[in-house]
C-alpha cells in the first residue's frame, strides 16, 4: 500500500468521523465503524487497519480499532 | 407507425371542471367545464377549420377561420375563445359559415407563395389542408398588389430557417415562445398589414436573439415558415417511432420521424408524460452525432496503450478480451476485475453490465457515473426517507406554492422543466434561489425570484442549517405533521441542534456571505408560502459535504411538512437520461438492484440462484478506488460502458495515471473519447436511436427506448456485453432486452409490476410497481414514508478542506450550458457548438480588472492540482472571488484543475469548489499542448493490410 494511498483512507476515515461527530462520541465510533463497513471494499479496510493510527482523529481511531481484524 | 400528424385539439385540454353536455353537429359530447367548443368538437371526431389555434398554447380567436353558430346567439362566435356551455346547440358547418371561411382564406392566399409543389411543408402544411378543408377554389384579389412574397429568408439558426414570405402571422411561434417555452424572444413587430414575427429587434436574426432553438416555434408553426432544415434537405416524413430522449435526466419524449432509416426530425410527443409536448435544442435538434464521421463502427484492439489501434472482427476483439480477463484473474485474483455501467445506457444494459461484473468477474467492483454527480442523493434520500429517489413527478411543480431552487441551474442543464417552472412562476408562485451565480432563473422575461440568495461556494450546509434555525426558532415548523409522520425523538435532537444561536443567519453571515435579512425572509416564505418543493442539482451534491447538504434538505422538507402530496416534495434534478435508472440497477458496489446491500444473505440468495453463481459478500471498490487500487497495483482491468472518466472525472492526472497503471481498460462507447487513449480494447456502441430498452428519468419514470434504426456497429449494446459474457464462458442466452428487464422484475421489488409489454400497453411507469402499487408511484410517501418514521439527521457544517489563501484566491465552481451536454462528446459534434464552441472563464469584473483581463483574453486557470488555459468571459454573473467554467471541451479539461477532495459518505467529487488563481496567459499550457500530442498518438490506427 503506497503512502499516497494510506494517506487517502485515513484522510477518508476522518471525514466519515467529522461529519457524524455531531451525533455524539459512542454514536459516531458505532456510525463510523459502520460506515467503513458497508461501503469500503475489504482491501480498503485492511489497509486502514495496517496503517498509523497517529493521522486519525479519535473517532474514527475508536472506530477504525473496533473493526474486525 | 407510419406517419400521421399528431392530433390537434385545437386548444388545451382542460384538467378539472364539472361535466358538461353539449350537442354540436347533432352529436352530443360531454367534455369538462372550460372545454372550448373547438375541443369539443375534436373530442368527438368533428374537425373545425382553424389556422391560429393548437392545442399547445392557449386561444388567441385572431384568423376568423373556426367560426361556428350557435342556436340562440347572434353572429358567429370563433369556437376556439368560445367555453361550452350546458345544452349549447352548435353547427360548425353551414352555408353562412362556408361563406365567411372561404372569405377569409382568400385573403390569407392572396399573400402567400403559390409554390405548394417544391415547398418543403408541402402534403403537411395547415394552410394547404385549411383551403381544402373550406373548399377555396379561387382567389378574387389577385395576387398583384401589397405582399410580403419578397421578405428575405433568416436561415441563421442551424436547424431551422425563418421564411416569413410564407408567414400568416397568426402568433402561434409567438404564443409557443412566451407560453410554452418561456423565453419571450418573439413578437410581432409592426402593425395592421405590416405586423411580422420577429426575432426581438428588427435587425436580430434568430441566431443573434435571445431564442434557445427549443423548437416549439417550428412545432407550432401551421405553414412551412418555420420548418427544419433537414425536412428541406430529406423530404417528409414517412414514419414515426416513439422514443425516449437520451441527454438530460428529464426524460422527455419524442417522435423520431424518418424516411427509410434516415432520420428527418425529432418531434416532441404531446403525450409525453414528462415533457407535455415540448423540448430543447438538445433533444430536438442535436441528434447529428449519431452519424458523425468520428463514430468508431468496427471493434479495435492493441497490446499496449503506446501501439496504434489495429481493427479486428468482432469475434477477435471479444476472445482478445476475454483471454485477457481471463488471465488477470487467474493472476490477480477476481477483485482486480471491474466495470463502470453508464447513465446513457439502458436499465437492461447497466443491468446487464453489472451482472457480468458480479457473476462473472466475480467482484462487486461496480460503479456508475452517478458516483461523480447524484451518489449523494441515493445515500441521503435513503437515509431520511427510505428511498434513494426524488418524491414527486413533474407535473406535480403545477401546484407549488414557493419553490427553492438549490445548486441547479434548470434553463441550462434540465430546460424542459425549466419551462414547466417558469409557467407556475407566471401564475403567481414563488420563488427562491440558493446559487453563487446569478442563474436565468433569478431574473428572465416574467420570472423575478423573491430572493437569490447568493451564498460562498462550500457553505450549503450552513445555509440550509440557518434556515431551519429560523423556522424552528420562530415557531414557523410544521409539527403536527412532524409528530405524525416523523420521529418525535429525532426531531427534538434536531430541532435543538439548529436552534443554536451559533446557527442563526446572523452568525452564520460572515461564512455563507448571505445577509441575514434575505436568508430570514427565504426561510418565512418556504415555511409559511403554501406548498413549497425543493429542486436541486449537482451544486448540493458535488461537494464535501454533499450528502449532508442532501440530509439537510431532506430535513427541511419534513419540518416544514412539505412531503408526500403533490406541489411538495425533494426533487433531485438528475443530470443525464438514466442516472436513476443506473443507480436503481445495481451500479453501486455495495448494493445489487433495489438498492439492496450486498452483505444481505437472503438478497443475495435470490439472485445466486437466479444467476446460478456465488457472489461476493463484500462490497467492492468506488472509481476513485478503483483508481488508487490501480496505482497501488492491486487493480487491473477495467470494462467501462459509455462513460468518459478522463475528460469528465476530477484530477485528471490521477485519473490517466490509474488508467494507465492497468493491463486491460475495455472502452465501449460510440468514440474515441479521452479515456480512449489509455485503453487496450474499443468496443464501438450504439446510439439511444439503435436500441431498445428503458430509461427512468429524475422522476422515477420508466420509459421505452425504441429501435428507430439498424445499429451502426452491428449490435446493440446490451448483446456487446453478452457476446464478452459468453466468452467467459457465462450462459447468457437473451434474445430480446425484454427478457433482461422480465429478469429485472424478477429480482428487483420496485420493478416487479414492470415489463416492456406493460410499458408498451399503458406508456411510462413510475417505480414502485408492485402489488402495493399496481399503477406506479407518481408521489412518493403519501402515506408514510417508506422506512417507517422519517428520520431527521443533524447536520455540522464542516468547511472544505480546499481553502483561498495567497497562491490561489479565488473559488473555482463549474457547470454547465444549455446546448452542450456533459463532456460534450455527443454534442460538440453537433451544430450545437455554434452557440458554445470553448469553454470560457466566467470572472467578475472586479476581479477581472485586478488582474489586467478583459473578455476573450487567454487566462492560465491553476490549482493546486494542475493547471489550463481558456478564455475569460467578464460578467457580474459571478460574485467577486469566484470563477466559474464549463467541463464540455477536452481542449480545456477543466477536471484538470479539480481535486480529488470528495463527500464523505459518497465519494462523490467536490467538482464545485476548488481554490484557483487566474492570470493572464498567451496560449495553451504546457500539459494542454502534451496532452494534444499524446491524444494524436493514442488515436492512430494501424493501416488495414
Redesign the interface.
Given at each position: 500500500?503506497?503512502s499516497?494511498?494510506e494517506a487517502?483512507l485515513i484522510r477518508?476515515a476522518n471525514?466519515?468521523a467529522?461529519?457524524l461527530?455531531?451525533?455524539g462520541e459512542a454514536a459516531a465510533v458505532a456510525e463510523t465503524a459502520a460506515?467503513i463497513t458497508?461501503?469500503?471494499?475489504?482491501?480498503?479496510r485492511a489497509a486502514i487497519l495496517a496503517a498509523d493510527a497517529a493521522g486519525l482523529s479519535p473517532i474514527a481511531r475508536a472506530a477504525i480499532a473496533s473493526l474486525p481484524r | 407507425m407510419s406517419y400521421e400528424p399528431q392530433p390537434d385539439f385545437g386548444t388545451p385540454a382542460v384538467r378539472e371542471g364539472a361535466p358538461v353536455t353539449l350537442t354540436i353537429d347533432g352529436r352530443q359530447v360531454t367534455v369538462p367545464e372550460g372545454t372550448s367548443v373547438m375541443r369539443a368538437a375534436a373530442e368527438i371526431g368533428g374537425a373545425i377549420p382553424k389556422l391560429c389555434a393548437t392545442d399547445t398554447v392557449a386561444a388567441y380567436g385572431s384568423c376568423r377561420m373556426c367560426l361556428v353558430e350557435i342556436e340562440g346567439q347572434r353572429g358567429t362566435p370563433a369556437s376556439c375563445t368560445t367555453p361550452v356551455r350546458p345544452g349549447m346547440v352548435v353547427q360548425t358547418q353551414t352555408p353562412r359559415l362556408e361563406k365567411l371561411r372561404r372569405g377569409v382564406m382568400e385573403l390569407y392566399i392572396s399573400d402567400h407563395p403559390l409554390d405548394c409543389l417544391t415547398c418543403s411543408a408541402n402534403n403537411d402544411c395547415e394552410l394547404q389542408d385549411t383551403a381544402a378543408q373550406v373548399g377555396l377554389r379561387d382567389v378574387r384579389y389577385g395576387y398583384a398588389g401589397a405582399n410580403h412574397l419578397d421578405a428575405p429568408v433568416d436561415a441563421s439558426n442551424p436547424y431551422f430557417d425563418f421564411d416569413p414570405a410564407k408567414c400568416i402571422v397568426c402568433s402561434r411561434c409567438v404564443r409557443a415562445c412566451e407560453e410554452v417555452q418561456g423565453t419571450f424572444a418573439l413578437t410581432i413587430e409592426g402593425r395592421g398589414f405590416d405586423a411580422k414575427v420577429s426575432a426581438g429587434l428588427a435587425s436580430d436574426t434568430f441566431l443573434g436573439s435571445e431564442c434557445v432553438s427549443c423548437g416549439a416555434c417550428v412545432a407550432a408553426c401551421p405553414t412551412a415558415t418555420l420548418n427544419e432544415k433537414a425536412v428541406k434537405d430529406i423530404g417528409k416524413p414517412e414514419r414515426a417511432v416513439i422514443t425516449t430522449c437520451a441527454y438530460c435526466g428529464v426524460g422527455c419524449t419524442f417522435r423520431a420521424e424518418l424516411r427509410g432509416q434516415q432520420l428527418v426530425r425529432m418531434v416532441p410527443w404531446k403525450d409525453g408524460k414528462a415533457n407535455r409536448g415540448h423540448s430543447c435544442v438538445k433533444g430536438r435538434f442535436a441528434w447529428g452525432y449519431a452519424h458523425h464521421a468520428d463514430r468508431i463502427t468496427r471493434p479495435m484492439i492493441r497490446e499496449q496503450i503506446t501501439d496504434p489501434w489495429r481493427e479486428v472482427s468482432w469475434d477477435e476483439a471479444i476472445s482478445f478480451t476475454a483471454a485477457r480477463l481471463a488471465a488477470i484473474k487467474a493472476q490477480h485474483g477476481a477483485r482486480a476485475l471491474g466495470g463502470i455501467t453508464s447513465s446513457r445506457c439502458t436499465n437492461e444494459e447497466a443491468f446487464l453490465v453489472q451482472k457480468l461484473v458480479r457473476g462473472g468477474f466475480g467482484s462487486n467492483n461496480v460503479d456508475t457515473c452517478a458516483r461523480v454527480c447524484h451518489s449523494p442523493t441515493g445515500y441521503g434520500l435513503a437515509k431520511t426517507f427510505g428511498t434513494s429517489a426524488g418524491t414527486q413527478d413533474f407535473d406535480s411543480v403545477e401546484d407549488s406554492d414557493v419553490v427553492l431552487i438549490i445548486g441547479a441551474n434548470p434553463t441550462d442543464g434540465h430546460p424542459v422543466f425549466a419551462s414547466r417552472l417558469k409557467k407556475r412562476l407566471r401564475q403567481g408562485a414563488r420563488l427562491i434561489v440558493i446559487d453563487p451565480r446569478r442563474i436565468d432563473m433569478v431574473r428572465s422575461p416574467h420570472v423575478q425570484a423573491d430572493y437569490h440568495l447568493p451564498l460562498q461556494p462550500g457553505t450549503n450546509v450552513a445555509i440550509l442549517t440557518a434556515m431551519a434555525h429560523v423556522i424552528v426558532t420562530e415557531g414557523l415548523a410544521d409539527e403536527v405533521f412532524v409528530r405524525e409522520r416523523c420521529d418525535w425523538d429525532e426531531y427534538q435532537d434536531w430541532a435543538r441542534f439548529v436552534s443554536d444561536p451559533r446557527h442563526s443567519p446572523e452568525t452564520l453571515e460572515p461564512v455563507t456571505r448571505v445577509p441575514a435579512a434575505d436568508l430570514r425572509g427565504a426561510a418565512r416564505l418556504f415555511a409559511t408560502g403554501g406548498n413549497g418543493a425543493i429542486y436541486y442539482g449537482l451544486g448540493v451534491t458535488e461537494h464535501s459535504q454533499g450528502s449532508s447538504t442532501v440530509l439537510a434538505i431532506a430535513n427541511l422538507a419534513m419540518a416544514t411538512g412539505n412531503i408526500g402530496r403533490r406541489g411538495v416534495g425533494v426533487n433531485p434534478l438528475r443530470g443525464q437520461n438514466n442516472v436513476q435508472g443506473a443507480c436503481d440497477m445495481g451500479s453501486f458496489p455495495h448494493e445489487l438492484a433495489g438498492y439492496r446491500h450486498i452483505s444481505d444473505a437472503a438478497t443475495r440468495a435470490q439472485f445466486e440462484a437466479e444467476w446460478g453463481t456465488a457472489l461476493d459478500p463484500e462490497p467492492g471498490l468506488r472509481i476513485p478506488n478503483m483508481l488508487d487500487a490501480a496505482v497501488d497495483g492491486t487493480f487491473k482491468a477495467l470494462y467501462i460502458q459509455g462513460e468518459d472518466i478522463l475528460q469528465s472525472d476530477p484530477n485528471t492526472h490521477h485519473v490517466a495515471a490509474g488508467l494507465a497503471a492497468m493491463d486491460c481498460v475495455i472502452v465501449h462507447d460510440l468514440f474515441l473519447n479521452e479515456t480512449a487513449n489509455y485503453a487496450h480494447v474499443f468496443l464501438p456502441g450504439s446510439t439511444f436511436l439503435e436500441k431498445t430498452g428503458t430509461f427512468t428519468n429524475a422522476e422515477r419514470r420508466v420509459q421505452m427506448v425504441r429501435r428507430v434504426m439498424d445499429p451502426a456497429n452491428g449490435y446493440e449494446d446490451w448483446e456487446v456485453t453478452q457476446l464478452l459474457a459468453k466468452a467467459m464462458g457465462l450462459g447468457w442466452s437473451y434474445t430480446h432486452a425484454s427478457q433482461i428487464m422480465d429478469e429485472i422484475a424478477r429480482l428487483t421489488p420496485s420493478f416487479a409490476g414492470i415489463s416492456h409489454a406493460r410499458l408498451e400497453a399503458e406508456g411510462g411507469l413510475q417505480w414502485p410497481v408492485n402489488d402495493a402499487a399496481p399503477q406506479g408511484s407518481p408521489i412518493m410517501h403519501v402515506d408514510g414514508f417508506v422506512r417507517g418514521k422519517g428520520k431527521f439527521v443533524v447536520t455540522e457544517y464542516i468547511p472544505t478542506d480546499e481553502r483561498t489563501g495567497p497562491r490561489y484566491p479565488l473559488l473555482l465552481t463549474t457547470g454547465r450550458i444549455l446546448s452542450q451536454y456533459n463532456v460534450g462528446a455527443q454534442t460538440r459534434r453537433t451544430a450545437n457548438s455554434v452557440w458554445h464552441e470553448e469553454d470560457l472563464l466566467e470572472i467578475h469584473p472586479l476581479d477581472a480588472e485586478n488582474r489586467g483581463l478583459q473578455s476573450g483574453d487567454w487566462v492560465r486557470l491553476a490549482s493546486r492540482a494542475g493547471e489550463t488555459t481558456l478564455r475569460a468571459l467578464v460578467t457580474d454573473r459571478v460574485a467577486p472571488g469566484v470563477v466559474y467554467t464549463t467541463f464540455h471541451h477536452p481542449d480545456t479539461q477543466a477536471n484538470v484543475v479539480t481535486t480529488d477532495n470528495s463527500d464523505w459518505a459518497t465519494n462523490c467529487p467536490e467538482y464545485k469548489v476548488t481554490a484557483v488563481q487566474v492570470s493572464a496567459s498567451n496560449g495553451p499550457s504546457e500539459w494542454q499542448q502534451g496532452y494534444a500530442a499524446q491524444s494524436r498518438l493514442a488515436r492512430r490506427v494501424e493501416a488495414a493490410e
Amino acid at each position: 500500500m503506497s503512502s499516497g494511498v494510506e494517506a487517502n483512507l485515513i484522510r477518508m476515515a476522518n471525514q466519515i468521523a467529522a461529519n457524524l461527530a455531531a451525533q455524539g462520541e459512542a454514536a459516531a465510533v458505532a456510525e463510523t465503524a459502520a460506515h467503513i463497513t458497508r461501503y469500503w471494499d475489504p482491501r480498503m479496510r485492511a489497509a486502514i487497519l495496517a496503517a498509523d493510527a497517529a493521522g486519525l482523529s479519535p473517532i474514527a481511531r475508536a472506530a477504525i480499532a473496533s473493526l474486525p481484524r | 407507425m407510419s406517419y400521421e400528424p399528431q392530433p390537434d385539439f385545437g386548444t388545451p385540454a382542460v384538467r378539472e371542471g364539472a361535466p358538461v353536455t353539449l350537442t354540436i353537429d347533432g352529436r352530443q359530447v360531454t367534455v369538462p367545464e372550460g372545454t372550448s367548443v373547438m375541443r369539443a368538437a375534436a373530442e368527438i371526431g368533428g374537425a373545425i377549420p382553424k389556422l391560429c389555434a393548437t392545442d399547445t398554447v392557449a386561444a388567441y380567436g385572431s384568423c376568423r377561420m373556426c367560426l361556428v353558430e350557435i342556436e340562440g346567439q347572434r353572429g358567429t362566435p370563433a369556437s376556439c375563445t368560445t367555453p361550452v356551455r350546458p345544452g349549447m346547440v352548435v353547427q360548425t358547418q353551414t352555408p353562412r359559415l362556408e361563406k365567411l371561411r372561404r372569405g377569409v382564406m382568400e385573403l390569407y392566399i392572396s399573400d402567400h407563395p403559390l409554390d405548394c409543389l417544391t415547398c418543403s411543408a408541402n402534403n403537411d402544411c395547415e394552410l394547404q389542408d385549411t383551403a381544402a378543408q373550406v373548399g377555396l377554389r379561387d382567389v378574387r384579389y389577385g395576387y398583384a398588389g401589397a405582399n410580403h412574397l419578397d421578405a428575405p429568408v433568416d436561415a441563421s439558426n442551424p436547424y431551422f430557417d425563418f421564411d416569413p414570405a410564407k408567414c400568416i402571422v397568426c402568433s402561434r411561434c409567438v404564443r409557443a415562445c412566451e407560453e410554452v417555452q418561456g423565453t419571450f424572444a418573439l413578437t410581432i413587430e409592426g402593425r395592421g398589414f405590416d405586423a411580422k414575427v420577429s426575432a426581438g429587434l428588427a435587425s436580430d436574426t434568430f441566431l443573434g436573439s435571445e431564442c434557445v432553438s427549443c423548437g416549439a416555434c417550428v412545432a407550432a408553426c401551421p405553414t412551412a415558415t418555420l420548418n427544419e432544415k433537414a425536412v428541406k434537405d430529406i423530404g417528409k416524413p414517412e414514419r414515426a417511432v416513439i422514443t425516449t430522449c437520451a441527454y438530460c435526466g428529464v426524460g422527455c419524449t419524442f417522435r423520431a420521424e424518418l424516411r427509410g432509416q434516415q432520420l428527418v426530425r425529432m418531434v416532441p410527443w404531446k403525450d409525453g408524460k414528462a415533457n407535455r409536448g415540448h423540448s430543447c435544442v438538445k433533444g430536438r435538434f442535436a441528434w447529428g452525432y449519431a452519424h458523425h464521421a468520428d463514430r468508431i463502427t468496427r471493434p479495435m484492439i492493441r497490446e499496449q496503450i503506446t501501439d496504434p489501434w489495429r481493427e479486428v472482427s468482432w469475434d477477435e476483439a471479444i476472445s482478445f478480451t476475454a483471454a485477457r480477463l481471463a488471465a488477470i484473474k487467474a493472476q490477480h485474483g477476481a477483485r482486480a476485475l471491474g466495470g463502470i455501467t453508464s447513465s446513457r445506457c439502458t436499465n437492461e444494459e447497466a443491468f446487464l453490465v453489472q451482472k457480468l461484473v458480479r457473476g462473472g468477474f466475480g467482484s462487486n467492483n461496480v460503479d456508475t457515473c452517478a458516483r461523480v454527480c447524484h451518489s449523494p442523493t441515493g445515500y441521503g434520500l435513503a437515509k431520511t426517507f427510505g428511498t434513494s429517489a426524488g418524491t414527486q413527478d413533474f407535473d406535480s411543480v403545477e401546484d407549488s406554492d414557493v419553490v427553492l431552487i438549490i445548486g441547479a441551474n434548470p434553463t441550462d442543464g434540465h430546460p424542459v422543466f425549466a419551462s414547466r417552472l417558469k409557467k407556475r412562476l407566471r401564475q403567481g408562485a414563488r420563488l427562491i434561489v440558493i446559487d453563487p451565480r446569478r442563474i436565468d432563473m433569478v431574473r428572465s422575461p416574467h420570472v423575478q425570484a423573491d430572493y437569490h440568495l447568493p451564498l460562498q461556494p462550500g457553505t450549503n450546509v450552513a445555509i440550509l442549517t440557518a434556515m431551519a434555525h429560523v423556522i424552528v426558532t420562530e415557531g414557523l415548523a410544521d409539527e403536527v405533521f412532524v409528530r405524525e409522520r416523523c420521529d418525535w425523538d429525532e426531531y427534538q435532537d434536531w430541532a435543538r441542534f439548529v436552534s443554536d444561536p451559533r446557527h442563526s443567519p446572523e452568525t452564520l453571515e460572515p461564512v455563507t456571505r448571505v445577509p441575514a435579512a434575505d436568508l430570514r425572509g427565504a426561510a418565512r416564505l418556504f415555511a409559511t408560502g403554501g406548498n413549497g418543493a425543493i429542486y436541486y442539482g449537482l451544486g448540493v451534491t458535488e461537494h464535501s459535504q454533499g450528502s449532508s447538504t442532501v440530509l439537510a434538505i431532506a430535513n427541511l422538507a419534513m419540518a416544514t411538512g412539505n412531503i408526500g402530496r403533490r406541489g411538495v416534495g425533494v426533487n433531485p434534478l438528475r443530470g443525464q437520461n438514466n442516472v436513476q435508472g443506473a443507480c436503481d440497477m445495481g451500479s453501486f458496489p455495495h448494493e445489487l438492484a433495489g438498492y439492496r446491500h450486498i452483505s444481505d444473505a437472503a438478497t443475495r440468495a435470490q439472485f445466486e440462484a437466479e444467476w446460478g453463481t456465488a457472489l461476493d459478500p463484500e462490497p467492492g471498490l468506488r472509481i476513485p478506488n478503483m483508481l488508487d487500487a490501480a496505482v497501488d497495483g492491486t487493480f487491473k482491468a477495467l470494462y467501462i460502458q459509455g462513460e468518459d472518466i478522463l475528460q469528465s472525472d476530477p484530477n485528471t492526472h490521477h485519473v490517466a495515471a490509474g488508467l494507465a497503471a492497468m493491463d486491460c481498460v475495455i472502452v465501449h462507447d460510440l468514440f474515441l473519447n479521452e479515456t480512449a487513449n489509455y485503453a487496450h480494447v474499443f468496443l464501438p456502441g450504439s446510439t439511444f436511436l439503435e436500441k431498445t430498452g428503458t430509461f427512468t428519468n429524475a422522476e422515477r419514470r420508466v420509459q421505452m427506448v425504441r429501435r428507430v434504426m439498424d445499429p451502426a456497429n452491428g449490435y446493440e449494446d446490451w448483446e456487446v456485453t453478452q457476446l464478452l459474457a459468453k466468452a467467459m464462458g457465462l450462459g447468457w442466452s437473451y434474445t430480446h432486452a425484454s427478457q433482461i428487464m422480465d429478469e429485472i422484475a424478477r429480482l428487483t421489488p420496485s420493478f416487479a409490476g414492470i415489463s416492456h409489454a406493460r410499458l408498451e400497453a399503458e406508456g411510462g411507469l413510475q417505480w414502485p410497481v408492485n402489488d402495493a402499487a399496481p399503477q406506479g408511484s407518481p408521489i412518493m410517501h403519501v402515506d408514510g414514508f417508506v422506512r417507517g418514521k422519517g428520520k431527521f439527521v443533524v447536520t455540522e457544517y464542516i468547511p472544505t478542506d480546499e481553502r483561498t489563501g495567497p497562491r490561489y484566491p479565488l473559488l473555482l465552481t463549474t457547470g454547465r450550458i444549455l446546448s452542450q451536454y456533459n463532456v460534450g462528446a455527443q454534442t460538440r459534434r453537433t451544430a450545437n457548438s455554434v452557440w458554445h464552441e470553448e469553454d470560457l472563464l466566467e470572472i467578475h469584473p472586479l476581479d477581472a480588472e485586478n488582474r489586467g483581463l478583459q473578455s476573450g483574453d487567454w487566462v492560465r486557470l491553476a490549482s493546486r492540482a494542475g493547471e489550463t488555459t481558456l478564455r475569460a468571459l467578464v460578467t457580474d454573473r459571478v460574485a467577486p472571488g469566484v470563477v466559474y467554467t464549463t467541463f464540455h471541451h477536452p481542449d480545456t479539461q477543466a477536471n484538470v484543475v479539480t481535486t480529488d477532495n470528495s463527500d464523505w459518505a459518497t465519494n462523490c467529487p467536490e467538482y464545485k469548489v476548488t481554490a484557483v488563481q487566474v492570470s493572464a496567459s498567451n496560449g495553451p499550457s504546457e500539459w494542454q499542448q502534451g496532452y494534444a500530442a499524446q491524444s494524436r498518438l493514442a488515436r492512430r490506427v494501424e493501416a488495414a493490410e
